[in-house]
């Protein structure tokens, strides 16, 4: 133990011997003459003890007093032990609250332990000393910010609960934090973690950095994957665990279809392996549900979810005069249901739930039809871009080799005879060009997706090319991002994202708890074309229906899984390194950085031993109250 101020204790040389000279001066009393002594023996024997220089009698008074006068002079002197913690005036507190903060290896959590240390933190600030509480993990969030105020700053803390998305990357908090710090010369930033989290490389802190390893385990078995694919007789069901963990392990691993248990398997893993079944699966079965049976620290990854996309194919309506080989490609397409109508048609009565595709080869109708939009060939302008003539023999270069619509294809063989000079607005993004010249935009306009390919197929040799059917494919999963299989499967706080039109009345999200979420009350937001959901945190499978008044227009199904191997691998680091401007790397903290003061308890023993001695001197007086009140007492109860 030590004392932040000691000179404070030079107050007791100099109080205690002016209490104890108070109880040794003689007391002055206004002197009378009187007949006889006889009735006042005790005034007389009070003038001789009060002789200046007398010895002493004993006082329980004056024990009580110096007691309370050493102990005043010990809280001034601010007396602390040196503890695992910070000492700055300004303290800024990142707590990590992702994934793999929700492991058991600590009681009763690792995020409810950071807690704990954040609170001990802050008891540490010294008088006048501030803190911010900035919780990352996901989206940031500052609960608490430089304030003096310890009750908000624990209220701060408790209101911190999990996050499963988003990762651990401490980029946006750390660059937050050191823009805090440069503000103040006495900052000081600590950071309560597992360890588990994505540094920035560029970032030199400006003031010290403390770090505090939360988690003792690194045991833990995660589903990694699950997919469940149509099939000639059925679906099939893939299914792979992973031992994150450093020893071997066996577990089994429980299937359940629709809520039923349908077969379980033995496995043994390797530290760092996994294993992996493939089981075919009756084509009525909607959802499936992997569990691991028994426990590890990270319950989180031991479930996970799939669900059917068998007969949800993605209807798509084809505007042609007859095209074999748009036809042929788009056949080839899985999951995509395409239905042909003449090009002379004007009117679309479905809507955007049913159809959320159109294609419109070679015609421009007066009105366009809802939902996405792919031009092939356009012959006149919309109110999306305009043609402003033709172009010959434009030589074919995309603008981005990395663009998703190009992924996994090449352009380079492709020779193109004639295409529409088209001149587009601000919404689009050019993804092919021939020296100036778009030959295949996309993007979002009016909450509509659009692509235009500006040649007709019939005027190149694109069709023949291998890159036709990637092509259409990279198109059709850029027009509608919310279908198929892999569109099925979320990442925890993913927004779930479906194309709406006015005809829609009603959109409800079924979350996993059961409860259910719409757009009449503000949760599912709607707008521009799009109903949008961006609560999936939770982690199950999500039911969305749309309703166009009592009738569902559609149904579709999402699964919600953790699948982080970065939040899966629980093992705590021992230290971070992290820049910072006085040259030091390693942040973990040392035993002694930090400061627990005492001085409010020993203020606290004071204000005891006060009312002690308020009690001890006042005793003839609290006597003489509560005799009066006990005959009082006797009087109510005299009987008459």
């Given at each position: 133990m030590?004392?932040?101020?000691?000179?404070?204790?030079?107050?007791?040389?100099?109080?205690?011997?002016?209490?104890?000279?108070?109880?040794?001066?003689k007391?002055?009393?206004?002197e009378?003459?009187?007949?006889?002594?006889?009735?006042?023996?005790?005034?007389?024997?009070?003038?001789?003890?009060?002789?200046?220089?007398?010895?002493?009698?004993?006082?329980?008074?004056?024990?009580?007093?110096?007691?309370?006068?050493?102990?005043?002079?010990?809280?001034?002197?601010?007396?602390?032990?040196?503890?695992?913690?910070?000492?700055?005036?300004?303290l800024?507190?990142?707590?990590?609250?992702?994934?793999?903060?929700?492991?058991?290896?600590?009681?009763?959590?690792?995020?409810?332990?950071?807690?704990?240390?954040?609170?001990?933190?802050?008891?540490?600030?010294?008088?006048?000393?501030?803190?911010?509480?900035?919780?990352?993990?996901?989206?940031?969030?500052?609960?608490?910010?430089?304030?003096?105020?310890?009750?908000?700053?624990?209220?701060?803390?408790?209101?911190?609960?999990?996050?499963?998305?988003?990762?651990?990357?401490?980029?946006?908090?750390?660059?937050?934090?050191?823009?805090?710090?440069?503000?103040?010369?006495?900052?000081?930033?600590?950071?309560?973690?597992?360890?588990n989290?994505?540094?920035?490389?560029?970032?030199?802190?400006?003031?010290?950095?403390?770090?505090?390893?939360?988690?003792?385990?690194?045991?833990?078995?995660?589903?990694?994957?699950?997919a469940?694919?149509?099939?000639?007789?059925?679906?099939?069901?893939?299914v792979?665990?992973?031992?994150?963990?450093?020893?071997?392990?066996?577990?089994?691993?429980?299937?359940?279809?629709?809520?039923?248990?349908?077969?379980?398997?033995?496995?043994?893993?390797?530290?760092?392996?996994?294993?992996?079944?493939?089981?075919?699966?009756?084509?009525?079965?909607?959802?499936?549900?992997?569990?691991?049976?028994?426990?590890?620290?990270?319950?989180?990854?031991?479930?996970?979810?799939?669900?059917?996309?068998?007969?949800?194919?993605?209807?798509?309506?084809?505007?042609?005069?007859?095209?074999?080989?748009?036809?042929?490609?788009?056949?080839?397409?899985?999951?995509?249901?395409?239905?042909?109508?003449?090009?002379?048609?004007?009117?679309?009565?479905?809507?955007?739930?049913q159809?959320?595709?159109?294609?419109?080869?070679?015609?421009?109708?007066?009105?366009l039809?809802?939902?996405?939009?792919?031009?092939?060939?356009?012959?006149?302008?919309?109110?999306?871009?305009?043609?402003?003539?033709?172009?010959?023999?434009p030589?074919?270069?995309p603008?981005?080799?990395?663009?998703?619509?190009?992924?996994?294809?090449?352009?380079?063989?492709?020779?193109?005879?004639?295409?529409?000079?088209?001149?587009?607005?601000?919404?689009a993004?050019?993804?092919?060009?021939?020296?100036?010249?778009?030959?295949?935009?996309?993007?979002?306009?009016e909450?509509?997706?659009?692509?235009?390919?500006?040649?007709?197929?019939?005027?190149?040799?694109?069709?023949?090319?291998?890159?036709?059917p990637?092509?259409?494919s990279?198109?059709?999963?850029?027009?509608?991002?919310?279908?198929?299989?892999?569109?099925?499967?979320?990442?925890?706080?993913?927004?779930?994202?479906?194309?709406?039109?006015?005809?829609?009345?009603?959109?409800?999200?079924?979350?996993?708890?059961?409860?259910?979420?719409?757009?009449?009350?503000?949760?599912?937001?709607?707008?521009?074309?799009?109903?949008?959901?961006?609560?999936?945190?939770?982690?199950g499978?999500?039911?969305?229906?749309?309703?166009?008044?009592?009738?569902?227009?559609?149904?579709?199904?999402?699964?919600?899984?953790?699948?982080?191997?970065?939040e899966?691998r629980?093992?705590?680091?021992?230290?971070?390194?992290?820049?910072?401007?006085?040259?030091?790397?390693?942040?973990?903290?040392?035993?002694?950085?930090?400061?627990?003061?005492?001085?409010?308890?020993?203020?606290?023993?004071?204000?005891?031993?006060?009312?002690?001695?308020?009690?001890?001197?006042?005793?003839?007086?609290?006597?003489?109250?509560?005799?009066?009140w006990?005959?009082?007492?006797?009087?109510?109860?005299?009987?008459?």
């Open positions: 030590a004392l932040l101020a000691p000179l404070a204790l030079l107050g007791a040389a100099v109080v205690g011997p002016l209490i104890v000279a108070l109880y040794l001066l007391l002055r009393r206004e009378r003459a009187v007949a006889s002594t006889f009735l006042w023996q005790r005034m007389v024997r009070d003038v001789e003890a009060n002789a200046p220089w007398q010895k002493l009698r004993r006082s329980l008074l004056l024990l009580l007093q110096l007691l309370l006068m050493l102990l005043l002079v010990f809280a001034l002197a601010r007396p602390f032990f040196a503890t695992q913690g910070v000492s700055g005036a300004n800024i507190v990142i707590i990590d609250h992702s994934a793999s903060m929700a492991a058991v290896d600590e009681t009763p959590s690792r995020l409810e332990a950071a807690k704990a240390q954040a609170m001990q933190l802050i008891d540490q600030l010294p008088d006048g000393g501030r803190a911010t509480i900035i919780a990352t993990g996901g989206t940031l969030q500052v609960p608490a910010a430089a304030t003096t105020d310890r009750r908000e700053l624990r209220s701060a803390i408790e209101t911190i609960h999990g996050n499963n998305g988003g990762g651990s990357d401490l980029a946006q908090a750390l660059t937050l934090a050191a823009a805090l710090a440069a503000r103040e010369a006495d900052s000081e930033v600590a950071i309560i973690s597992d360890g989290v994505t540094l920035p490389s560029d970032l030199r802190m400006p003031a010290p950095v403390s770090y505090f390893p939360i988690g003792r385990s690194s045991a833990n078995v995660a589903i990694s994957a699950i469940l694919q149509p099939a000639t007789a059925g679906q099939t069901l893939f792979q665990a992973t031992n994150y963990g450093e020893a071997p392990v066996s577990r089994r691993l429980d299937v359940y279809l629709d809520g039923a248990i349908f077969n379980a398997y033995k496995l043994s893993l390797d530290p760092g392996r996994e294993q992996s079944i493939v089981v075919e699966i009756p084509a009525q079965v909607q959802v499936v549900e992997a569990r691991l049976d028994g426990t590890d620290a990270l319950p989180l990854d031991d479930r996970a979810f799939a669900v059917s996309t068998l007969g949800d194919a993605l209807n798509v309506r084809l505007v042609s005069g007859g095209n074999r080989f748009l036809a042929t490609g788009l056949a080839l397409l899985p999951g995509v249901k395409v239905t042909t109508v003449p090009s002379s048609t004007t009117t679309f009565t479905e809507t955007v739930a159809v959320p595709v159109t294609i419109l080869d070679g015609v421009v109708p007066p009105n039809p809802p939902g996405n939009l792919l031009f092939l060939g356009p012959v006149r302008s919309t109110d999306y871009f305009s043609v402003t003539g033709e172009i010959e023999y030589a074919v270069r603008v981005g080799g990395d663009d998703p619509i190009l992924r996994n294809l090449s352009l380079s063989e492709v020779s193109v005879l004639k295409a529409a000079r088209l001149v587009t607005g601000s919404w993004r050019t993804v092919v060009d021939s020296d100036g010249t778009p030959l295949l935009v996309v993007g979002e306009r909450g509509r997706r659009i692509a235009v390919l500006a040649f007709d197929l019939h005027n190149s040799d694109l069709p023949l090319q291998v890159a036709f990637l092509l259409l990279n198109l059709m999963n850029f027009l509608a991002p919310g279908s198929g299989a892999e569109a099925a499967q979320l990442l925890p706080g993913q927004p779930l994202a479906l194309q709406v039109d006015a005809a829609v009345s009603e959109v409800r999200v079924t979350r996993p708890d059961g409860t259910t979420v719409s757009s009449t009350g503000d949760q599912v937001q709607i707008r521009d074309g799009q109903a949008i959901y961006a609560g999936t945190d939770g982690l499978v999500y039911t969305v229906e749309v309703y166009r008044g009592s009738e569902v227009l559609a149904r579709h199904r999402y699964a919600v899984n953790l699948f982080a191997p970065n899966s629980i093992a705590a680091q021992r230290d971070l390194s992290i820049a910072q401007t006085s040259g030091v790397q390693s942040t973990v903290a040392r035993e002694r950085d930090g400061r627990q003061e005492i001085w409010r308890w020993v203020a606290l023993v004071a204000l005891v031993v006060l009312l002690i001695e308020w009690l001890v001197y006042q005793r003839n007086g609290l006597s003489y109250l509560r005799e009066r006990r005959q009082r007492g006797k009087a109510a109860v005299k009987p008459r």
